[in-house]
C-alpha cells in the first residue's frame, strides 16, 4: 500500500466537523435513543426503564386481558415479550423482564393503578394506553379508562413508578403476582407493615427448560398510607352446595384486613384512597434473586427516600456516561437513533445479578454466596458469543472482564461453564460450547486478568468429558470419535451441534496454544476442521450423516425456514450454516472448488432468499466476502442494504428477536464499519462506516490509544446518503488500498482510521438509491 | 331428710368394689378410650393422635379422591371432617384439625407414602386402608395397595409417623399441601436442608367467616435422607402452541432440584427412597400460627431427637393422667367406653395457641404477643357455654382459668371478648354473647383468680355498646330498647337471638351482683326477663314478634327442623327454643300456665319428636322436669333412654356433630348423675348416674374434698342394669328424699353422693328393657 495525499475536501470538512463535535458533544445522547425499537415485529425488546445491565427493568405489560385492543396475547400463541407496540391494552408495569429473547420468561411482579371501586380482575382495571413516551431509563404512559399518568424510572435493582390520579377520588394501586409473562406459576407475598410488602414468585421454564426454575424476591413501598388495602386471591371453584356457600368460589377473593403471608397461583395486593385531582401516588419496588431481605435492602439502599425525579436524573445520567463512549457525528437521525438505540440494547444483558450487599444465587444450587465484582446473568451465549461479547470487549472491557469472571464463578459453583445461564439457572437453551470462545476471544483482546488456568480448566471440561456425564456437548463421544455428530433422531440439530462445536475447539486451540499447551492446540485444532465430513459434493453443501457414515437422504437444502423442524440443523436450514466456519473461511472455499465458486454460492444465499438475517449462523455472512478483495464491494453493498432493510428507528426496526442484543451488535459493528465474522479470530471484515466520524472512547487499561476515531470521507462530488462504497483506508499516514479485513491490534491502536468513500463499488452497474 | 341404714347388699358390694378398685387402677384407663366413637354420622370427631387441648392433632385423611371406596366426598356435599369411619380411601395423615365441628376446615398438610414409582397425584398415591387401631395418642393403618404400615403419634405441638415399607424397594413420603378440608387455598413451602422442609398454608373461611383466615406454618423433618427429593405443584393449564410445548401444564409438575420456596394452590414435597423390606422412615412435624421458625423450634423442643415409642408413652401418659381425674367402676364395657371416649372427646378444644417459647397470633390482628398462661383456641362457644365450661370447671379447673385469662386476652387485643375464635380470628358464627356465660359460670364456681374488673369491663362492652358499632349484638338497638329482637329479616334468627342475650343478661346481672354493681345487676337482671314479649299464649310457646310489635303470622311452630330456613330461629324449631330460659324455667313455667301444663307441654317435646339431641338449645330439656320433683322420674327415664339410643360404643355413637366436646359433656354430666341446665346458676339437676361408683378427683387449689365419690346403690334385687330410677339419695349422714336438684357447693363439698335406685320411676307403668 502506498501513502497519497489526503484529498483537500476533506482536509476542509474537519473545520466543520470540530464545530459539530461541540455542538453534539452538549446535546445528550440519550436523546437519541428510542426504546421503541424493537418493540414489534418480534424484536421482543422492551420500552420501559432500565439503567445500563441493571438488574431491574421496569416496562408497561400489554399483552393480555383485552382482544379488542390488543392484536396479540400472550397465551393465544408463542409469545416472548411482556410488551408489544402492536397492543393497547395496559395491565400494568411488569418488573424485571427479558430483552429480546424468543421464550416467555419474567415479565411479573405487575404494578397498576386505577380510579374508581376496586375491582382486583386485570381484565378490569387494564386500560387503552395512549401518549406514550419512553426515554432511556424512563417511560410514560397515559392510562385513558383511569385518566391516570404513569411514569416509571430505575436503579440497578429498583424501580419507582409515579401514578397521577389526574380527576381524583377512588384510587387503587394494585399489584398483580398472578399475571405475568413467565410459564411459571405460584407467588407468596405479606405485609411488613401498612404500606410495605415483600414476597417472591416463581420464575422458570424458559424455552425447553421446566427446571430452570427460581425465585424473584420483591419488596414494595407505597409512598401513601393507604386507609384501606389488603390481598386478593381468585379462589378455585367448587361445586354444589359448597358453591352457593362460598361466595367467592371461581372468583377474586378480596381480604381487606388479614396481613399475614398469603400464597396462591393468583394472588395480588391492593391499596385504595380517596386522592386530590392531580395527586400522585409512587410505588417503589427492590427485587433480588437471593431473599425478600436483600429485595427491600436493595429498596432502601438504592433508594433511601423518595425522589422520582432523583432516581429518573441518575438514570438517566448513567446512560449518558455508557453511551458516550461512542460519539457520533453526521449520519442522518434516524441511523442516529438506531445506532444509540442498538447501543442502548448492548447494554440490557447480561446484567447484574448481585445486590446491594454483593449476594447473589449461587449457579445450579441457587444457594447465596458473595462476590466482589459484579455478578452478571442472562447469558445468551449461542447469541452472545459471535458479536456481543466482542463489542463489549472494545467498548466496556471491565464489564467484558467481570462477565467472564462471573462465567468462572459458575463454574466453580455449577462444574460447568454457561450455555445460557438465566438467573443462577442453566437452562441448555440451544447447543455448542459457547464460553470458551467467549473467553477466549476476551483473552485475546487483551483482557486477561481473570483466572486463566481456571478458564483452561473449565474449558477443558466441555471439551473433553465423555458419555453422557458432558453436560454441555451431549454427543461428546460421536463427536471426539468420529469428528462430526451424527444424524441419531431426526430432528437432533446434529449439524448444528458439530458447527458449534468446530468454532469452540478452534478457540479452545487458540487459548490451548496462548497457555503453552501445544499438544492440546493440535487436537483441538484438527478438531476443528472436522466440518469438512459434512461437505457433500453433490450440492456444494453441509449436510447431515447418517450413523452409518453416509449422507442424510433425501436431503432438502431449503427446508428449516419460519423455525420449520428441519433434519440436523437448528432454527435454520443447510444454506443458513453451510459457510458457518467462520475459523476456516479459506479452507471452506477450497472445499467449495475456490474463491469463484465460493463467492457466487455465498452471494446466491442473498439472491435466493436463503439469509436469514435474524438468525445468528448466518449474519456474519455478508462479511465473509472480505476474505477476497476484489469481492468486498459485495459485503459493502449487502451490509448497507441489510442495515437500510431491517434496521429502522421504529418498533419493527429489529430484524427479529434482538437476542440479548446480537441484533443490535451487528448493526453497531456494521454501522462502525467492522465486524469480527471469526470471534477469537482478531480479524475483522470491513464495510462502509454509516457516520461522518466516529469517536470510541477506550478504556486505557486495556487499550493504547485513548479513542480510535473512524472518519468517513466522500472521495468524490457524491453526497453522504449516496456513500456505499469505500476501496480505501487511512490509518496515521498510511493508506491502505483493496484491503477490507484488519486486524484488532491494527484497529484499536489506529488512534483514527479514515474510510473514502465513492458512489461505486467493484462492479459499476451496482447503484442503490 | 333421716338417715338410713346403708342396704346391707350394698355394705357387701363395698368390699367386692374395693378389690375392683384396685384391678382397675392397674388397667390403664386409656384403654377405655375408642377414638373411633363418633366419627359416623356426622359426629366428626377424628380417630388420630392428640394429646389432651393439643395445638397439634394427626388424623387420616380419608375424604376424598375415590368414589369407588368413599361413601361421602368432601367437595361434593356439605363435608366438615377430614375422616369418617365410612370411607376406605386413605390420601395421608392432616395435621391439626378439629373436632366435632359442622364446618370444613384445616385438615391439611397431609402427609403420605407409597411404594413403587414416584406418582404425586393422590388419587393414585391413595390407598385403600384397613386394620385402622386407634388409642389416645396414638393411630395406625394398613396401606393395603403400597403395603405399608402408618402410624402416628403427637406432642402438644408436633407429630411424628412412622411409615414401615413391608416390602421395600421404591418408597415414597409425600407431603400434601394443595389436599385439605380447609376451603382456603395457596401454600408456600421450601427446604431448610435436605430432610427439612417449612412453609405454610393459609387456612380459613370457616363457615360464614370468609375474612376469618389464618396461615398454618410447618416444619417437617424426615429421618432419613432422601437421594432423591423435590417439590411438585399442578401447573395451571395452557392451550394451543403453549400447550404443546409446555409439557407440564395442566399436570403435575416435578420439581427434582430445585431448593428454594415455591408457592401455589396446589403443592406438595417428595423424597424418594431404595427401602430395604420392614424399613421405616419416619416424618416429624411441628405446626405454629405464629412463624415458621416457632413451627420448627416446637418440633426441636417438643420432639429434640427422633423416638416414636417415647413420644407414644409421653401421649399416652398425658391422657392417662387427664382421664384419671374421673375414676369409675362398674357399667358396661360399652359404658365405660363411652364415658372415657367423651372426657378424652372433652379435652380436644379449646386447645393451646402458643409455641413452645410462648408466642402466638394475637386476637383479630395475628400480630404475634407471648403468653405466660396458655393460650387456648377454637372457642365454640354458643356450644360450650352450657356444659363443657361448667365440666371443665369441676374437672380441669386450672385449664378452665386458662381459657378464662385467654378470653380476657382477647378482648384486650381485638377489643371484644369471642363468640366462635378459631387461631385467632373471630368468624361471628352462631349467634348470642357467650362469653359472658363462661366468665360467670367460672366465677360462680369459685374460680376466680383472673382479673375480674377486666372481665367486667369486657362484659359490659357487648351488653352495651349501642349500634353496629357492637360485633357481638348486631340487633343490640332493637333488644335495649324492646327487650326483645323483632324480625326484621325473614331468616334472622331473631327469637334465637334474644334468647341468647337473655341468658346472658343473666348471667351478667349474677356477675354485677358479685361486683357489687347493684344497678347494673337489676338492669342486666330485667333484661333477662324479656323473653316474655315472646310468649305467645294461642299456642304456648315463644313466637317472632314483628317490628310493629305483632307476632309474625303465619307461624308454624314444627318448621326448622334438619337445618330448614325457618323464621326466627338458627337451627331449630320453635320447640327446641321455647323452653330455653334457663334462668328462670319457674317464670316460664307460670307464663305457660303452672307446672302441669309445662310439664305436659315439655314431655310433648319427648313424645312428638320435637327434641333434637344433637342442638344445644334444647339439651337441657330433660333436667327441667327435676323443678317439679313429682315429674323428676321424666328427666330419669329421658336421660337413661337417650343415652341408650344415641350414646353407643361405636362410629356413629355421638348424636351429631360433638360441637367441640358439648355432646360429650352432656353424656358425662348425664352418666355422672348431674347437669348444669342453667349455666351460671350453681344448682344441678339430677338424675340416675350409670356407674356403681365414681371418684372424682378435685383440684384442691379450688374444692375442699380431694374427691367426689358418687355411688350408685340398687336398693332392692334388681341388677344394675335395670336401674334407671332413684329417689333418695345420701351425702354424709343425710339421706334426701325426694330431691332431684342440688346446690353445687354442696355436692362438691359432699366428698360422697350415694344413690339409691329403684326399678321404678314415679310411673309404675315405665319400664325399659
Not at 556 to 562: A, E, F, S
Amino acid at each position: 500500500m502506498k501513502l497519497t495525499k489526503l484529498p483537500l475536501v476533506a482536509a476542509l470538512s474537519l473545520l466543520v466537523l470540530s464545530s459539530n463535535v461541540w455542538a453534539q458533544s452538549t446535546k445528550r445522547l440519550i436523546d437519541e435513543v428510542n426504546p421503541f425499537i424493537g418493540t414489534s415485529n418480534f424484536g421482543t425488546t422492551n420500552p420501559g426503564a432500565v439503567v445500563p445491565n441493571g438488574l431491574m427493568s421496569i416496562t408497561p405489560f400489554n399483552v393480555s386481558g383485552s382482544p379488542e385492543l390488543n392484536k396479540f396475547d400472550k397465551d393465544k400463541r408463542w409469545w416472548s415479550t411482556p410488551y408489544t407496540a402492536d397492543n393497547k391494552f395496559f395491565s400494568g408495569f411488569s418488573h424485571v423482564n427479558l430483552s429480546g429473547v424468543g421464550c416467555p420468561e419474567l415479565g411479573s411482579i405487575i404494578v397498576s393503578a386505577s380510579a374508581g371501586d376496586l375491582d382486583v380482575d386485570y381484565t378490569h382495571y387494564g386500560s387503552a394506553m395512549s401518549e406514550e413516551k419512553a426515554h432511556p431509563g424512563y417511560y410514560s404512559v397515559q392510562l385513558d379508562k383511569h385518566k391516570i399518568k404513569a411514569e416509571v424510572t430505575a436503579t440497578q435493582r429498583t424501580a419507582v413508578s409515579a401514578f397521577t390520579f389526574e380527576r381524583g377520588g377512588k384510587s387503587n394501586i394494585l399489584v398483580n403476582l398472578g399475571l405475568g409473562l413467565t410459564n411459571e406459576s405460584g407467588a407468596t407475598v405479606r405485609f411488613l407493615n401498612d404500606s410495605t410488602i415483600v414476597g417472591s414468585k416463581l420464575m422458570g421454564t424458559f424455552c425447553y427448560a421446566p427446571q430452570a426454575v427460581f425465585n424473584q424476591y420483591f419488596a414494595i413501598r407505597i409512598s401513601r398510607r393507604a386507609p384501606a388495602s389488603g390481598y386478593w386471591k381468585k379462589q378455585p371453584p367448587m361445586e354444589g352446595v359448597e358453591a352457593e356457600w362460598d361466595k367467592d368460589q371461581g372468583k377474586y377473593k378480596i381480604y381487606p384486613t388479614y396481613r399475614k403471608e398469603i400464597s396462591g397461583n393468583d394472588i395480588g395486593v391492593w391499596f385504595s384512597y380517596d386522592t386530590k385531582p392531580g395527586e400522585t401516588i409512587y410505588v417503589q419496588t427492590g427485587v433480588s434473586f437471593v431473599s425478600e431481605e436483600n429485595a427491600l435492602l436493595n429498596l432502601t439502599t438504592e433508594q433511601p427516600k423518595l425522589d422520582f425525579a432523583a432516581v429518573r436524573r441518575a438514570a438517566e445520567d448513567s446512560w449518558e456516561k455508557a453511551l458516550r463512549v461512542v460519539e457520533v457525528e453526521g449520519g442522518t437521525t434516524d441511523q442516529r437513533k438506531i445506532f444509540y438505540t442498538a447501543l442502548y440494547h448492548l447494554l440490557i444483558h447480561p446484567n447484574i445479578l448481585q445486590d446491594v450487599n454483593g449476594q447473589y444465587p449461587m449457579m445450579g444450587s441457587l444457594q447465596t454466596a458473595t462476590t466482589k465484582h459484579d455478578r452478571y446473568t442472562v447469558y445468551s451465549l449461542w447469541d452472545t458469543y459471535r458479536n456481543v461479547h466482542p463489542l463489549l470487549s472494545i467498548l466496556y472491557p471491565r464489564k467484558q472482564l467481570a462477565m467472564v469472571e462471573t462465567m468462572l464463578d459458575m463454574y466453580k459453583e455449577g462444574g460447568w461453564l454457561p450455555k445460557w445461564e438465566l438467573y443462577g439457572q442453566e437452562t441448555f437453551t440451544m447447543e455448542g460450547d459457547p464460553s470458551i470462545i467467549v473467553i477466549n476471544d476476551t483473552w485475546q483482546r487483551g483482557i486477561r486478568d481473570f483466572d486463566t488456568k481456571l478458564a483452561y480448566e473449565a474449558m477443558l471440561k466441555g471439551a473433553t468429558t465423555p458419555g453422557k456425564d458432558n453436560k454441555l456437548r451431549p454427543d461428546f463421544d460421536d463427536y471426539a470419535s468420529r469428528g462430526y455428530v451424527p444424524l441419531r433422531e431426526k430432528f437432533d440439530n446434529s449439524v448444528s451441534h458439530a458447527l458449534e462445536y468446530y468454532i469452540a475447539d478452534w478457540n479452545l486451540s487458540q487459548f490451548a496454544s496462548a497457555m503453552g499447551k501445544k499438544k492440546d492446540a493440535q487436537l483441538f485444532a484438527r478438531r476443528a476442521s472436522g466440518y469438512k465430513h459434512y461437505y457433500d459434493k453433490e450440492t456444494g453443501l453441509l449436510r447431515p450423516i447418517l450413523p452409518d457414515g453416509k449422507f442424510l437422504t433425501p436431503f432438502h437444502p431449503t427446508l428449516g425456514r419460519d423455525f420449520e423442524p428441519n433434519p440436523g440443523f437448528h432454527e435454520g436450514n443447510s444454506w443458513n450454516y453451510s459457510f458457518y466456519v467462520p475459523h476456516d473461511i479459506r479452507g471452506l472455499a477450497k472445499l467449495m472448488g475456490g474463491e469463484r465458486k465460493f463467492v457466487d454460492k455465498l452471494q446466491s444465499v442473498f439472491d435466493k432468499e436463503n439469509y436469514d438475517p435474524a438468525n445468528e449462523p448466518d449474519i456474519a455472512y455478508p462479511y465473509l466476502f472480505t476474505y477476497f478483495p476484489k469481492e468486498a464491494w459485495r459485503t459493502q453493498r449487502i451490509t448497507s442494504k441489510l442495515l437500510g432493510l431491517y434496521y429502522r428507528n421504529d418498533p419493527s426496526g429489529i430484524p427479529g428477536n434482538d437476542d440479548t442484543g446480537a441484533m443490535s451488535a451487528w448493526a453497531i459493528f456494521s454501522m462502525l464499519g467492522f465486524y469480527p465474522d471469526c470471534p477469537g479470530s482478531m480479524s475483522y471484515g470491513l464495510t462502509t462506516p454509516t457516520f461522518d466520524k466516529v469517536t470510541i472512547h477506550l478504556d486505557t487499561k486495556y487499550y493504547k490509544n485513548p479513542t480510535l476515531v473512524i472518519e468517513t470521507r466522500p472521495v468524490d462530488e457524491h453526497t453522504n446518503r449516496q456513500r456505499i462504497y469505500f476501496d480505501e483506508f487511512q490509518i496515521g499516514n498510511k493508506l491502505y488500498k483493496n484491503t477490507y479485513r484488519i486486524n484488532h491490534d491494527e484497529l484499536m491502536n489506529a488512534g483514527k482510521i479514515t474510510f473514502f468513500t465513492k458512489l461505486v463499488g467493484g462492479t459499476p452497474e451496482i447503484t442503490v438509491d
